[in-house]
C-alpha cells in the first residue's frame, strides 16, 4: 500500500486526467506516469491497474458525449475494433519490458505526443491528411487503431494521448475527435485490462480511489468541452507532456 500522501498525489492526477481526457484528449497519461513515478509497482501491474482505470472513465465519457449527440459512430467503430485486437499484442510485449525500459519507452511516447502537440499548435498548421469513407480511407484509420492498441497494450495508456492527436491529424474536427476517443478507449482499455487481469497485475487498493476522481474530472472536462477554445489547452497539455517525458530521464 502506498503512502496517504503519494495516494492523494495519485487521485489528484487523476482527477486531472480525467479533465484533460474528456476536454482534449491525452490526459490518461498523467495517471500512467503517476503510477509509475510515485510507486514501486511493476511495469505490468501500472499497465493493468491504468488500464482498468481508464476503461471505466471511458464508458463514462462515451455515454456522455453519445447523449450530446457528437460520435462518429462509423469511425469510432473502425478504429475501435483495430484497436481492440492490438492490444494483445502490445500486453505480450510487455513481458519484455524491465521497469527501466518501460519508464524509456514511455517518456519516448510522451516526448513525441507533446512535441507534435505543441509545433502544430505554436505553427496552427491544418491537417496533412484528410481521411474520409473510402477503401483506402477505412485502411488508414485502421493502421490507427493497430497503433493506438498495441501501444495501448505495450504501456497502459488508454489510446486517447494517440488516438486523440492522429485523428486531429487525419481532418477530424476535435470535438468529434474527443468524443471517438471515449469509444475508442473503451475498447482499448477494456481488452488491456482482461489480459492483465489474467496475469493477476490490477492493484485493486489503487484502483478504487483512482477511478473515483477520475470520473469526476471527466464530468468536469466534458462540461469544459464544450465551453472553452481547445487551441490553448492542447498548447498547455503538450508542454506538460514534455516535462513529464523528462521527469522520466532525469
Known sequence: MVATEVLVALVVLAFLGGVIVATIGPGGILIVTGLYLMTSLSSAQVAGTSSAIFTV???LGSLIYA?????????????SVAAAGGTWVGVQA??????????????????????????????????????????????????????VGVSGGLLGIGGAALSAPVLVLVGVPMLATIAITQVVVVATALFTTLNYLLLGAIVTALFVPITGAYLGGVGVGWWLAHRVEAGRLKLALGVALVGLAASLVI
Not at 67 to 79: F, H, Q, Y
Not at 97 to 106: D, H, I, K, N, P
Open 94 to 147: 510487455n513481458a519484455s519490458l524491465s521497469r527501466e525500459l518501460y519508464g524509456l519507452v514511455l517518456a519516448a511516447l510522451l516526448a513525441v505526443v507533446g512535441v507534435t502537440i505543441v509545433y502544430r499548435e505554436y505553427h496552427d498548421l491544418e491537417p496533412r491528411v484528410e481521411l474520409g469513407r473510402g477503401g483506402w480511407d477505412t485502411v488508414g484509420f485502421v493502421a490507427v487503431g493497430l497503433v
Open 57 to 59: 472513465g471511458a464508458v
Open 67 to 79: 447523449r450530446s449527440g457528437e460520435i462518429d459512430w462509423w469511425i469510432a467503430g473502425v478504429v
